[in-house]
T-cell receptor
Framework: NAGVMQNPRHLVRRRGQEARLRCSPM?????VYWYRQLPEEGLKFMVY????????ESGMPKERFSAEFPKEGPSILRIQQVVRGDSAAYFC??????????????FGEGSRLTVL | DAKTTQPTSMDCAEGRAANLPCNHS???????VYWYRQIHSQGPQYIIH???NNETNEMASLIITEDRKSSTLILPHATLRDTAVYYC?????????????FGTGTRLTIIP
């Protein structure tokens, strides 16, 4: 059973470009969470999604950042017009349906964004 | 979710038990204690969680005090691969939204 898959693992962008990070949850999981970890800092919650719905986006920056989890395909975290301060590791996590939930999150290995 | 306090760093000799403390004096009756760890550059990994009873699994043991104001994560026989940042998180198990709020954690270094 494959774990949470994130790609790309490493992404380099120039200032002003767009970054798209993808996350495929574990099989059978319908909840996806995105976290950001700046260099030498802790993980910060960004957004929680279920299929076709954003449930909690309290950690998302107000501008340039968006997330989606379509009915088919992976979840996408999109960063428009990237700036150097967006350089970070972005982690995706998933959890199963409500009735099989033990409160555990399963994390991917992260996508490392470097903005030049 | 209740706030937690952990030591910034700890060392432990390889093969010995690593005991990581966590204070959560404002914990509510319906809040669970979760432990995760993050090995350098990797995604966080779930270790264990509990409500009020002590818990044990293949990775670790979790000891929660009777008043639930603190807990200790025990790695019984630490290996070099246990070097990581360990996060103690207290939260309501709101099935349907498992959002975790990570603090700064304890950086555990296992010494050969």
């Amino acid at each position: 059973n494959a774990g949470v898959m994130q790609n790309p693992r490493h992404l380099v962008r120039r200032r002003g470009q767009e970054a798209r990070l993808r996350c495929s949850p574990m099989k059978g999981h319908s909840h996806v969470y995105w976290y950001r970890q700046l260099p030498e800092e802790g993980l910060k919650f960004m957004v929680y999604l279920q299929k076709e719905n954003i449930i909690d986006e309290s950690g998302m920056p107000k501008e340039r950042f968006s997330a989606e989890f379509p009915k088919e395909g992976p979840s996408i975290l999109r960063i428009q017009q990237v700036v150097r301060g967006d350089s970070a590791a972005y982690f995706c996590a998933s959890s199963p349906l409500l009735d099989r939930n033990t409160g555990e999150l399963f994390f991917g290995e992260g996508s490392r964004l470097t903005v030049l | 979710d209740a706030k937690t306090t952990q030591p910034t760093s700890m060392d432990c000799a390889e093969g010995r038990a690593a005991n990581l403390p966590c204070n959560h004096s404002t914990i509510s009756g319906n809040e669970y204690v979760y432990w995760y760890r993050q090995i350098h550059s990797q995604g966080p990994q779930y270790i264990i969680h509990g409500l009020k009873n002590n818990e044990t699994n293949e990775m670790a043991s979790l000891i929660i005090t009777e008043d639930r104001k603190s807990s200790t994560l025990i790695l019984p026989h630490a290996t070099l691969r246990d070097t990581a940042v360990y996060y103690c998180i207290v939260r309501v198990a709101n099935f349907g939204n498992e959002k975790l709020t990570f603090g700064t954690g304890t950086r555990l270094t296992i010494i050969p």
